[in-house]
């Protein structure tokens, strides 16, 4: 079996997020980056299919050479190859027709990325991956089990769960539950050592359509601060919400 | 050329989420001069869709689709899309159009935009504004395709009426085996409760509530609502709650119009997920608590007083309403 685990480098969760260049760009500075918490999941996933099932778990990132940290971090973790495809991922269909271009070319059984990325919080890729490509794609999994070429997954709905089956090759959208948070893998000292002497392969990209493009960010309007209501007056809590902010 | 809304629906009614998504659709076609189709599936009656400016429906029944397949609804929106010339297709935040959204994307080579906010901030070029960086930022997108996507975040626009006179038509999309890749074995709903998707109110609770024995209290506040029940990452993480009830970054976005956190500290995960919820209010023993920072109205105390109070004080409210 061969997995690709599509792997987003994105700002620590409790970065500061501010812009630059005229509120055009992301400003990096003084920015931690981490593997994308929904694609830790299923890279963790994928390594249980190694050890448990035999597989090959190969990890790639759309991005410039700043990303190899996170790519080396998958290796630590386990994983037994890295691609890292060498441009700017400006949307999220130039980065999905960069990695079908790789699945394409690579055979791969098990595609799992996460179902949206923590910075743009697109939630396209993984889709756009199974448009492209015309496999089956299986969103908001929460867990996955494969028996030959049969894979029977879990999917989260609203208000619920689904269970689903298909059969290999299989585009997966990620997230917590594909493995329980305290299953995810710390890099040990005898990773980090071996994932330096494992291969990191370096694509150029593929041409693609610029279909959408971020021209200009945002903050938010700062908050008012909050009213403070005395614990023996809970009449006022209710008045306010019910007359101020009319939600009740 | 028109523009096109997947009304999404469940046991043949509409969700509310289809009804925003046609208010938002009317008034993005009354600025580019057209008219809005729905396309909906298995949804029986239609006729509510003109309340809120649908001027055509393409009626879909097939039992073929009675379940969701997101391949196969992907392809029967794209087939609508192309009969009406859609030029602006428009899908809901829910979990299933999400699903649909990027594939309904390429097959239509159109340009995509996910977590839209509001009215396109301009029609030439296309721009829209979307959230970013888990609720922390806005982000303002230019779409370069003759035909976009937009897939409209919850409870970001309204619902309004506005109403339209209303045709309907029987469509027939060509829906084949290669549609049902993905088979659906069994559905477990969660019944007789809320679901935080639907939810106009939430009601949440953290690690502050000592053990899952206290939830009493906090489905009872909820019923008395009519809310969904919620919960921190770390609760669901000590199987006090389900995880469908874990709400933050890497738990559920919620965006309710009231939001009821009680004995939760507002991590910055927590937030993320909870930002765009209207109306927030914090029940917290620590005045310190970084979200009361974020709140609308706070009270400091302890919750096992206070809950309790607060039930019997908006079953009172209710009560007098009615
Ligand atoms: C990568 C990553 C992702 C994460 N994703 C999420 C996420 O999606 N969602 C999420 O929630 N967290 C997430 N977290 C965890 C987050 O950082 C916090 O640990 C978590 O939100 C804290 O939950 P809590 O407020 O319930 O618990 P605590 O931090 O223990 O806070 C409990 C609060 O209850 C108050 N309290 C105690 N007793 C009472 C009482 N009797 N009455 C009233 N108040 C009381 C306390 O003052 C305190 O403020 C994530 C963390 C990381 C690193």
Redo the contacts with the bound molecule.
Sequence with gaps: MKILVCISHVPD?TSKINFTNGDAEFDTNGVQYVIN?NDEFGLTRAIWFQEQQGATVTVVNVGGPDTESTLRKALAIGANEAIRINANPTDGFFVAKQLAEVIKNGGYDIVIAGKESLDYNGGMVPGMIAGILGYNFLNSCTGITVEGTNVTAVREIDGGKETVSSSLPIIIGGQKGIVEEKDLRIPNMRGIMTARTKVLTILEPVDAAINTKAVKFEKPAPKSAVKLISADNLDELINLLHNEAKVI | MSILIYAESAEGKFKKVALELASYAKKVAESLGTTVTAVTVNAGDVSELSKYGVDKVLKVNNDKLAGFTAKAYADVIKQAAQKEEAKVVLLSSTTDSIYLASLVAVALEAGYASNVVGLPVSTSPFQVKRTAFSNKAFNITEINTDVKVLALAKNSYGIFENTSSLTTEDFNPTIGDADFGVKVVSVEKVSGKVSIADADIVVSA?????GPENWGMIEELASVLGAATAC????SDLGWRTHGE??????KPVATNLYIA?????????I??INSSKVKVV????PE?P?FKVADYGVV????EIVPQLIQKFKAFKEQQS
């Design positions: 969760t918490p | 953290g690690r502050g509530l000592k921190s990452k770390p609760v874990h709400v933050g970054q890497t738990g009680v004995g939760i500290s507002g991590a910055i995960q927590h993320a997920g029940i917290n023993s620590d608590a979200f105390g302890d919750a096992f």
